[in-house]
């Protein structure tokens, strides 16, 4: 049968109309590659530009789905690719959720980072910036030391007192644990495993004895040295900080000069001039 016949009115309005479905269904692909949108709430889509998405074409923008990937998914769930999603059936979608599942629990794990370095060389500031970051999980260490103004128990630290942190050393609860300044801090080895297990790339933020005690024990571990840019400007940062007494600035700087010269037995080191551009040599090491 001929297409019917257009009056070039109609032509125009019909032409215009497949630009703007094109440049829908392009913002659709582009949100669901940022994430911003996930792929089967596409499912429930009204827009008819969406609806006349094809399989392939959405499958493929979903991040970590490529081309043979997807068109693996296509061939197990039996959708054809040229599929537009507004007819895929209920039997469909939840082959279609089985594969996904599959996916998520064959990714590979993340990676163990550690970033170390002298007190007040800016570590926290670094690794506080990728906790929005879902490519990343920081570890709340678990502590000895008294808590500072500012600071809230279990987001920066696991506040303990010296018994229930001898208890933990004692059923084997840390990765890695060590004394620094008068106080203790460990890594609590469980949440660790955990998120490693789900695909995250997990940052210990720890001083030297700690990250020694994880080369030793993981060979994967990437360790990461952040350094200052100078003596004076740690000493600087250090003190203006205000957060230690004299007593534990003396003994924090003492233990700079150790950590400075122990800088070679790390993986990387980042001079730490400016946060964001840290951060960024950060990611990239992290992720390569
Ligand atoms: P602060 O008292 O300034 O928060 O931390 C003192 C030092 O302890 C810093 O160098 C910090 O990186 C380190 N640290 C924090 N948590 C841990 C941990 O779980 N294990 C080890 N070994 N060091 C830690």
Redesign the pocket.
């Given at each position: 049968m001929l297409p019917p016949r257009l009056s070039g009115r109609s032509r125009r309005k019909a032409g215009e109309n497949a630009v703007k479905a094109r440049q829908e269904r392009a913002k659709v692909k582009e949100m669901i590659t940022n994430g911003e949108i996930f792929f089967f709430d596409l499912f429930g889509d009204e827009r008819k530009s969406v609806k006349r998405m094809k399989m392939i074409d959405l499958l493929t923008a979903v991040p970590g789905i490529g081309k043979t990937r997807a068109e693996l998914i296509i061939g197990r769930t039996g959708i054809s690719p040229s599929r537009r999603i507004g007819g895929v059936g209920k039997r469909q979608l939840e082959l279609l959720r089985q594969e996904f599942l599959l996916i998520k629990n064959s990714r590979k794990p993340g990676k163990l980072l550690v970033v170390?370095?002298?007190?007040g060389v800016g570590?926290?500031t670094i690794t506080n910036q990728l906790r929005t970051d879902d490519r990343f999980w920081i570890?709340i260490?678990?502590?000895t030391?008294k808590i500072r103004t500012g600071e809230t128990n279990a987001v920066?630290?696991q506040f303990v007192s010296d018994e229930d942190f001898a208890k933990m050393v004692q059923k084997n609860e840390?990765l890695?644990?060590?004394d620094?300044?008068g106080?203790k801090?460990?890594?609590p080895r469980r949440s660790v495993e955990e998120a490693l297990a789900s695909g995250k790339n997990v940052i210990?933020?720890?001083?030297l004895?700690?990250?020694r005690?994880v080369r030793k024990n993981s060979k994967e571990a990437v360790l990461i040295f952040i350094e200052p840019p100078s003596w004076e400007e740690l000493t600087t940062r250090l003190i203006n900080r205000g957060?230690e007494s004299e007593h534990s600035t003396q003994a924090?700087l003492e233990r700079a000069k150790e950590e400075l010269s122990a800088a070679a037995e790390f993986d990387h080191i980042v001079i730490n001039h400016q946060v964001e551009q840290s951060v960024a040599e950060l990611v990239s090491l992290a992720l390569r």
């Open positions: 170390s370095g002298p007190s570590k926290s570890s260490s678990v502590t030391r920066d630290y840390f890695e644990w060590a620094f300044a106080a801090y460990g890594t210990l933020e720890i001083e004895n700690g990250a005690q957060t924090r």
